[in-house]
């Protein structure tokens, strides 16, 4: 008789996600696993419909609950899901995100086999019209964002951080959760948290969570924005969590701003920079653009500059009050709270 599989939690934050909350929890309600599951959503200030359809999801399923996030920031709505939740494995969704069939039994798999703390795999951008698709194909380029694992795929195997992760308790509650200073990065900040504590985070190309990109230039610029600035936030914290492919997005940033005024005030010549960095990524969009219709490929350029500018534009403006060290004796407690489900 085969051993009883754990029980896991799956905790999703989430604000303004009408358009894709029912499908997200369906994906975790039908997962083929054999193990005990709970749901716990923690509901931010929505404008749009998103608490109507968590009250119908409740109604519709024992195994989903809701939590109050007033704030509707992410890392204070994950630390409230955790705490509402009792089981041992703690499985981080997205709103938008859409697991794949078996990820939740492969993923627990994946922390037997291993010991990590923390497995995670790929975030498989797939949009839904020509601007989305142009994005997707950006996030999963070496040329849109290096030679992260979790956006392009890899061997599997020890890693810096992963996509969203599947957790043992034990190292949340070690951690005291998540940092609720950082609104953005506060999965990389605490996957080095654990891995300082000698845990072992895990990547596995097996784990496939299929994602929604940003629906606009607007909302993308915004994103990769809040990523730059929060990300040197973390550099800041975390001595030696830098690297290369961190600084490149503000190097381009700096070199392609030179030129310009450089061409401006100088010499024409000095237009080189910002004209070559236009052909590379024109260039890289090529291979990143295959199968998809004209309509995607001509964006994907426009989504390449996005990100790379806004990201770098962020990294270099990112204020020292934006957030504050919290020490660990500040942390919020994630410890399991019936009362909260």
Partial sequence: MPAQQPAVSVIMPVLNEERHLRDSVRHILGQEYAGEMEVVIALGPSTDRTDEIAAELVREDPRVHTVPNPTGRTPAALNAAIKASRHPIVVRVDGHGMLSPNYIATAVRLL??????????????EGENAWEDAVAAAMTSKIGVGNAAFHTGGQAGPAETVYLGVFRREALEQQGGYNEEFIRAQDWELNFRIREAGGLIWFSPELKVQYRPRPSVRALAKQYKDYGRWRHVVARYHAGSINLRYLAPPTAVCAIAAGVVAGVAVSPWAFAVP???????????????????????????????TMHMCWGYGFLTSPRSLARKVIASR??????????V
């Fill in 331 to 340: 942390r919020p407690s994630v410890r399991h709270d019936p009362s909260q």
């Fill in 112 to 125: 037997e086999e291993t010991g990590a703390q923390n497995v995670g795999g790929i975030m498989h951008a």
């Fill in 275 to 305: 004209a070559g960095y236009l052909a590379a990524i024109t260039a890289g969009s090529v291979p990143a653009g295959r199968g998809l219709p004209l309509k995607a490929r001509a964006q994907i350029p426009v989504a390449l500059a």
